[in-house]
């Protein structure tokens, strides 16, 4: 058994979860001298892919990798112009069409979470090490059972360990709940040579084709890659008719729901070079919150699940950052530092997931894309 114990001006801090919440605690905790340890269920860095584009705000993400010393490292790693956003009609019709920045750059979240492990120190990230249980042992401490029958014992656990957190328990009897919409992801590769009608239509940036409960949105990547994620308002039965395990006859099922739209949109599904992946969208109640219990908390999708929003990845960082500032501030009195974190984030996240659900109504609504036509133009 390895037992975190207390000393004098120091908080072991145990944190579930190597996403971009929990690494950027980790580093934060770092440049403040305070050492951590990160649980990983994944066997390695590279176990498996971190997903698309991020845009980082600066209001948030920007602020916490500030915080965690890595601004210019991040800036190393923001593709240019892929801040342009367009709006297409199912026809292909340009209806939107905007290359300008806006202060929110672009950078691959697995490119931002490698620049995140290489910060801390090494050691600090143990892989491998899939959560089975957690339990409270009194007085702040809490004991966590990994899969392989390990244990760890610490006066400071942090879950960051996403939708489905295993200590979210221990502080809220919440969980996610089926938000009405799935999204099904999809790559091309080497779009500009292979799929070039394509590739001139999502164009630079991002591409939203929408219509009331579905729509299809693509975003260039580096060089000629386009990710789409294909969004429809259908049961999870619905989702279930559909055999993921036959990518063609998934894909082609998927393209059905957008029969009579332009080729060049429609190509990002049944032109795919990955089989389709089903994305569930899940969330908890826009005003998630618990009562204070010692020696635990949550950040990132563990406290606050939404719909994907663009606010994700920001506010876990930002969640991470500020977290880890709370602690150094208090290192001594971790219930003032929990304290003062979480009265700090109930209310930003409920804000926040909020103005996304506001976000996919203007998406998806009866009068989608004009909802989102009118935020980006700023008309009424």
């Known amino acids: 058994m390895n037992t975190a114990t207390r000393t004098p001006g120091q908080a072991p801090v145990t944190i579930i979860g190597a996403g971009l919440g929990g690494l950027t605690l980790a580093r934060v905790l770092h440049v403040h001298g305070i050492p951590s340890t990160v649980y990983e269920a994944e066997a390695s860095p590279t176990a498996r892919a971190q997903g698309g584009m991020l845009d ?83 007085d702040g401490r809490h004991e966590v059972t990994f899969a392989d029958a390990t244990t760890t014992v610490t006066t400071l656990l942090v879950g960051a360990d996403g939708a489905w957190s295993r200590v979210r328990p221990l502080l809220s009897d919440a969980t996610p709940s089926y938000t009405g919409r799935s999204f099904v992801e999809t790559y091309l590769f080497d779009a500009d040579t292979r799929h070039p009608a394509t590739a001139k239509a999502v164009g630079g940036g991002a591409l939203f084709a929408l219509q009331p409960g579905k729509g299809i949105q693509a975003h260039r990547e580096s060089g000629g890659t386009l990710h789409t994620y294909v969004a429809l308002t259908e ?68 406290a606050h699940l939404a719909a994907p929003n663009g606010e994700g990845a920001n506010l876990a960082m930002y969640d991470g950052a500020e977290l880890g500032k709370a602690i150094a501030a ?45 935020l980006f133009t700023g008309q009424e």
């Open 330 to 374: 208090h290192p001594d009195d971790l219930d003032t530092a929990l304290t003062a974190y979480e009265q700090a984030m109930f209310p930003r996240s409920a804000a926040a997931a909020a103005d996304g659900e506001e976000l996919h109504d203007l998406m998806f609504g009866a009068d989608a894309p004009q909802g989102l036509l009118h």
């Open 235 to 302: 049961s999870q039965e619905w989702f279930a008719g559909i055999d993921f395990t036959d990518p063609g006859t998934a894909a082609a099922r998927i393209a059905r729901e957008f029969d009579g739209w332009a080729p060049e949109l429609t190509a990002l599904i049944t032109d795919g070079e990955t089989p389709p992946v089903l994305r569930t969208l899940n969330a908890l109640p826009v005003d998630h919150r618990w009562d204070r219990v010692p020696g635990v908390t949550l950040l990132g999708d563990a």
């Open 56 to 138: 980082i705000h600066e209001e948030n993400g920007q602020q916490a990798l500030r915080a965690a010393e890595l601004t210019d490292a991040f800036r190393g790693l923001v593709l240019e112009g892929r801040e342009a956003t367009r709006v297409l009609a199912p026809d292909g019709a340009v209806l939107f069409d905007d290359d300008s920045e806006r202060g929110r750059p672009e950078v691959l979240r697995g490119e931002l979470r490698r620049v995140l492990l290489e910060s801390l120190p090494a050691g600090t990230v143990q892989w491998g090490h899939k959560v089975s249980g957690v339990r409270a042992l009194g």
